[in-house]
């Protein structure tokens, strides 16, 4: 376990270089945003949780409407818990295909190729650090999504709350 944890501050780190490095075939469409409080650079999270959440942002939201977009990382704190946000400007989702991707969050049997990132990440979400902890999708078509993640507020690779 110890291994598959980093600070936040690495996490945000590897995105903005995988931004980047997409950012050559895309001809610099992509803007990235990140507004992380410095206080809560240091706590960890697992490692690789975020990219697949900002790769899905690019590849079915703003790469698919084909024009310039934004990808905006935030972090909050309420109570004990560290929320990240993922939005972005893309496409967004109609009403109907959200439901559908939330229910298939909730069960193992309706996952598709489609979801099998964001399924992945809550996975490891909730075998580190438990069920009460995972993630939120909301979205708007033809505004962006927002995928909110809750962990728990933590400092140290043996888990201890700060």
Not at 75 to 98: A, H, P
């Amino acid at each position: 376990r110890r291994e598959e944890e980093v600070p936040l501050k690495e996490e945000i780190r590897v995105v903005k270089a995988w931004v980047e490095i997409k950012n050559w075939g895309l001809k610099n469409r992509i803007e990235l945003v990140t507004d992380i409080q410095q206080e809560l650079e240091e706590f960890k999270v697992i490692k690789f949780f975020l990219q697949p959440l900002v790769e899905n942002a690019i590849f079915h939201g703003i790469e698919a409407k084909n024009e310039e977009g934004i990808i905006i990382v935030e972090s909050s704190v309420e109570g004990e818990i560290l929320n990240i946000t993922v939005s972005d400007d893309g496409l967004g989702m109609s009403e109907e295909r959200l439901d559908c991707l939330r229910k298939s969050l909730k069960s193992d049997e309706n996952r598709t190729g489609r979801t099998i990132g964001i399924f992945n990440v809550l996975n490891r979400i909730r075998i580190y650090f438990g069920q009460e902890y995972g993630l939120t999708v909301d979205s708007m078509e033809g505004i962006g999504t927002t995928i909110t993640i809750r962990l728990p507020l933590q400092r140290d690779l043996e888990g201890a709350e700060a």
